[in-house]
């Protein structure tokens, strides 16, 4: 698999392209339509939302018109195992940042959309709820994968190097 990271929208939210042999997904399409259209160069079988904030989802509707493909997000997606075309993945449901927020997991790959970055957590105040978020950050930590986490805003990390972090919020 090959990821291709755009940063768009005065936000600067993560967008990123999955590819995957002649295939691709695109996920948390928050702007810039004409970016991401000029980096699509396989053909797109879905678009994946972690969360429904406006800065995550800007450019949807055109890439759903113009891919004539579906948005796969908490209301479509069951937690645990998903397959869209050649893509096979994990669904974690991680409330707190948002109450749809999920993450996306394929092999030992995490989009982690605004629940995790480097260095931090997501807010909680912006519809979500800090119980809910150290509940699923326990549901994480308890996993014992070492993810890549690709997040929602800035560089990426992987669990190991925000584990510490990650504990100080559930103790």
Same mark, same amino acid.
Request: glycine share 8%; charged share 25%.
């Given at each position: 698999?090959?990821?291709?990271?755009? /940063?768009?929208?005065? *936000? #600067?939210?993560?967008?990123? $392209? =999955?590819? @995957?042999?002649?295939?691709?997904?695109?996920?948390?399409?928050?702007?810039?339509?004409?970016?991401?259209?000029?980096?699509?160069?396989?053909?797109?079988?879905?678009?994946?939302?972690?969360?429904?904030?406006?800065?995550?989802?800007?450019? /949807?509707?055109?890439? *759903? #018109?113009?891919?004539?493909? $579906? =948005?796969? @997000?908490?209301?479509?997606?069951?937690?645990?195992?998903?397959?869209?075309?050649?893509?096979?993945?994990?669904?974690?449901?991680?409330?707190?940042?948002?109450?749809?927020?999920?993450?996306?997991?394929?092999?030992?790959?995490?989009?982690?959309?605004?629940?995790?970055?480097?260095?931090?957590?997501?807010?909680?105040?912006?519809?979500?709820?800090?119980?809910?978020?150290?509940?699923?950050?326990?549901?994480?930590?308890?996993?014992?994968?070492?993810?890549?986490?690709?997040?929602?805003?800035?560089?990426?990390?992987?669990?190991?190097?925000?584990?510490?972090?990650?504990?100080?919020?559930?103790?």
């Amino acid at each position: 698999m090959k990821i291709k990271r755009l /940063i768009v929208g005065m *936000l #600067e939210t993560n967008c990123y $392209i =999955l590819e @995957n042999d002649n295939e691709c997904l695109i996920i948390d399409p928050g702007s810039d339509f004409e970016v991401i259209k000029n980096n699509v160069d396989k053909k797109v079988v879905g678009i994946l939302l972690t969360h429904n904030h406006f800065d995550h989802v800007g450019a /949807i509707k055109n890439c *759903l #018109e113009y891919y004539k493909v $579906i =948005l796969y @997000n908490f209301e479509n997606l069951k937690e645990g195992f998903n397959k869209i075309s050649t893509f096979d993945f994990l669904v974690n449901y991680n409330p707190g940042h948002t109450m749809d927020s999920i993450s996306f997991i394929f092999d030992n790959i995490m989009f982690s959309g605004d629940f995790i970055f480097k260095g931090c957590i997501g807010r909680w105040d912006l519809g979500g709820d800090f119980n809910l978020m150290k509940d699923s950050i326990t549901k994480l930590i308890e996993t014992n994968i070492n993810y890549n986490i690709y997040p929602g805003h800035g560089e990426s990390t992987t669990l190991s190097d925000e584990k510490n972090m990650l504990e100080s919020y559930i103790k």
